[in-house]
């Protein structure tokens, strides 16, 4: 498709009262949403309408707009700092006015808000999934540039992907809201959804790899949504290899506890017999069914390794909730390397424990925070041992407070000390930076629609919205460097609802910011007839935990 059509733009000028200057080398028009416009051309360089028609069957008739046309309006709408969906057409300066940014998008004008709506009230869980395999597909060959990157060449390079969930609270009418429930959500109980979401942590800056709409009761079963967000992650951007050895040591300590169990019960007798007797029976049942399952999964991993080729080193950080012996038997079954808070240390047997460490055993990691290894804290249940690290931590809140919180992980001494495990750990507040993001710059603090599917739509538009702002650098040049070292909250806040002029020179387009605007003169130019190979200078968004 290409990126601008001469007829529809000489149109579009027309109807904004312009005299087009049309000569052989040169177009002009313009737009009242200027970075919405270098969005757009980005998105066709990528692809975008071509494969979301390839991948979407949305039942839904056509008359002027295909569904496809407003699934790429949504999109625009959460660029374009819309609150709400009706935004489209009662905002100040609606998007539906502007023919310039429909056109850079690939449509000659933008849909009522109101048939956008009723597109996604048609979704249906399908369709939801084939929007995440399009919009994947997408994005597929930069992610993977960005792990390159992080792997090194010979792929031994820590890759750390960030794995938590954030809470959206319904308002109004709550019941309205289709597969919302109560949880705990935005620090309090309330009705509402919750997104399991995975981040990469690149050279420069984060991306999300996936997210999962999830009821509010989630966070209960949040050790459920890390392994449901596995095989997604790993279609993303790769997979470690799997500890087949370790299983197979998992498999025959299973076994040998089978015959144990089976001399048991011939030699069970006396009183009580018959309790005891149930009770060995069930525990045998339960490792019977553990050995079955181990096996399946050893299969598996086994044809894992053999189709994958080029293994990464990927460490997961995640908060206490995922932390479960469950969680924690799985992870390193799938050959991931982690650093989880395995609990809070709230327990006072744990108090216990870490009282007993002399204070010379506890050493200033960070203001305020202290670590220590000489905490014999229990380790999770295993199937087999494994050489994994407890780090315990304590700080004071300013009310004198003390907390106490563990770290499990499998880095080992030779490979971080104590310190850089800590700081390894507390550095996943770059995922909590990126839900402050989703929320202030893109409000996603509250679900758009009213149906589970079109929210669960939504989300996806919203993970993709999030990268394609970073990523547009790759093929977008600017000699501003105001807008070079701008965070996303610039660029939609305040780039996307400035004037701007449109210039086509041959395959050159360059984008003008009015006078008048914050970015008065700031240029924006994009070579459509450049193969663009992805570096690695894209401006640093931000790194701070409170990006709203």
């Not at 949305?58 to 660029?79: C, F, G, R, S, W």
């Not at 009015?514 to 700031?522: M, N």
Request: charged share 20%.
């Amino acid at each position: 498709m290409p990126l601008l059509n001469h007829h529809v733009e000489v149109r579009l000028m027309q109807s904004h009262g312009t005299t087009p200057e049309v000569t052989a080398q040169a177009i002009k028009s313009t737009t009242r949403h200027g970075f919405l416009v270098a969005l757009g051309w980005v998105a066709q360089r990528l692809n975008l309408v071509d494969v979301l028609n390839r991948h979407l069957r949305i039942n839904q008739k056509t008359y002027t707009h295909t569904p496809v046309d407003k699934v790429v309006e949504a999109l625009v709408a959460i660029l374009g700092n819309c609150r709400y969906m009706k935004d489209l057409n009662f905002d100040p300066d609606p998007l539906v006015a502007d023919p310039a940014v429909a056109q850079a998008w690939g449509q000659e004008r933008f849909a009522h808000f109101s048939t956008v709506c009723a597109t996604f009230s048609k979704l249906t869980e399908e369709n939801v999934q084939q929007l995440s395999d399009a919009l994947a597909e997408i994005q597929a060959p930069l992610l993977q540039q960005e792990v390159a990157a992080v792997a090194g060449p010979d792929r031994s390079g820590m890759v750390i992907v960030d794995i938590d969930l954030t809470g959206q609270k319904v308002r109004g009418e709550t019941r309205q809201y289709t597969g919302t429930d109560f949880g705990y959500i935005q620090g309090q109980l309330a009705r509402g959804y919750q997104i399991a979401a995975a981040f990469l942590t690149g050279k420069q800056q984060r991306f999300a790899i996936d997210g999962l709409l999830k009821s509010g009761k989630a966070n209960s079963r949040s050790g459920a949504c890390l392994l449901e967000l596995i095989p997604r992650v790993e279609a993303r951007i790769g997979r470690p290899l799997r500890r087949v050895e370790w299983v197979e040591a998992c498999l025959a300590q299973q076994k040998v506890r089978v015959r144990q169990l089976h001399q048991a019960l011939q030699t069970v007798s006396g009183k009580g017999s018959a309790r005891r007797k149930q009770k060995l029976q069930s525990e045998l049942q339960e490792t019977v069914q553990v050995i079955r399952e181990l096996n399946h999964r050893l299969r598996q991993y086994r044809q894992d390794n053999q189709t994958n080729p080029a293994p990464l080193r990927i460490v997961l950080r995640a908060d206490s909730a995922f932390g479960t012996p469950e969680v924690i038997q799985r992870l390193l079954e799938l050959g991931y390397e982690f650093t989880i808070k395995s609990y809070s240390g709230s327990n006072p047997a744990y108090k216990r424990l870490f009282d007993a460490v002399p204070a010379e055993g506890w050493v200033e990691v960070e203001k305020n925070r202290f670590a220590s290894e000489a905490v014999a804290v229990p380790g999770p249940t295993l199937l087999a041992p494994y050489p994994v690290r407890l780090v315990a931590m304590r700080r004071w809140d300013t009310d004198g407070r003390e907390v106490r919180s563990v770290i499990l992980t499998t880095l080992q001494t030779e490979a971080l000390t104590m310190t850089e495990v800590v700081k390894l750990y507390h550095g996943r507040q770059t995922i909590e930076a990126g839900f402050q993001e989703w929320k202030g710059t893109f409000h996603f603090g509250a679900p758009r629609l009213r149906k589970y599917e079109a929210n669960a739509a939504f989300t996806q538009l919203v993970l993709f919205a999030f990268n394609l702002v970073r990523w547009a650098w790759r093929y977008l040049s600017t000699s501003s460097s105001k807008l070079a070292e701008a965070k996303s909250r610039l660029l939609v806040r305040v780039a996307a609802r400035c004037r701007a002029t449109i210039r086509c020179i041959g395959d050159t387009l360059r984008l003008v910011f009015s006078r008048g605007t914050p970015l008065a003169g700031a240029e924006i130019t994009l070579n459509r007839a450049v193969s663009y190979q992805c570096t690695f200078s894209t401006p640093r968004m931000s790194s701070c935990s409170r990006e709203t």
